[in-house]
């Protein structure tokens, strides 16, 4: 079945460390979405990416990166982690636009930066 | 800024009643309205979704009503269960991505 893995599901790592994040899904959607989770603010969009090579930021972009080199991974990178970056990180994907198609999540990446 | 916004926080429901979550938003640009449902340690998965030109859509013991005039659209389980018990997320769709609320807690006691 097509699934979409994240890993590590957990990390916990000291502020200032570059982090990175992995999304890989099997359906061979173009288009894939970094969310973070955070209590009392639901799930905002970090970046996305509508195919390979193109990346887009989204709300809460600042100290994220990512990369598109195939269709079916995306990696979120955390360029010098920051204590305010501790959260819990979902993946997305969709064939086409959400709405249109249903949007598909991973189980998550709880990350802690101590 | 919450650009959905959701209510109640949390929610304590008996086996059997009705559960009611209410988003409300700003941006009339939305056009597509779904729900997500949550279970701990899982990520979200859609549970039910609906677009501004139908004022209901039912899915079994799941409704969503929908008021464009008012910019409120709300979540309601019938005959609420156990296994219901749940985060649940209303989202919208404006700029091809979708923008969440914070989320409801719901506990259906048996």
């Known amino acids: 079945d097509a699934e979409i893995t994240q890993s590590p599901r957990h990390k916990i790592t000291e502020t200032g460390r570059q982090v990175t994040l992995a999304c890989h899904q099997t359906w061979n959607h173009n288009n894939m979405f970094w969310y973070r989770q955070d209590l009392g603010h639901g799930l905002r969009l970090i970046h996305y990416s509508y195919g390979v090579q193109d990346t887009n930021k989204g709300e809460v972009s600042d100290g994220y990166s990512v990369s598109r080199s195939n269709t079916e991974d995306l990696p979120l990178t955390l360029e010098s982690a920051a204590s305010s970056q501790t959260s819990v990180y979902f993946c997305?994907?969709?064939?086409?636009?959400?709405?249109?198609?249903?949007?598909?999540f991973g189980q998550g990446t709880r990350l802690t930066v101590v | 800024q919450q650009q959905v916004k959701q209510s109640p926080q949390s929610l304590i429901v008996q086996k059997g009643g009705i559960s009611i979550i209410n988003c409300a938003y700003e941006n009339t640009a939305f056009d597509y309205f779904p729900w997500y449902q949550q279970f701990p340690g899982k990520g979200p998965a859609l549970l039910i979704a609906?677009?501004?030109?139908?004022s209901e859509k039912k899915e079994g013991r799941f409704t969503i009503s929908f008021n464009k005039s008012a910019k409120q659209f709300s979540l309601h389980i019938m005959d609420s269960q156990p296994g219901d018990s749940a985060t649940y997320f209303c989202?919208?769709?404006?700029?091809?991505?979708?923008?969440f609320g914070t989320g409801t807690r719901l506990t259906v006691i048996p």
């Open positions: 609906i677009r501004p030109d139908v």
């Open positions: 997305a994907s969709s064939e086409a636009l959400p709405g249109d198609t249903e949007a598909f």
């Open positions: 989202a919208a769709r404006g700029a091809n991505n979708l923008f």
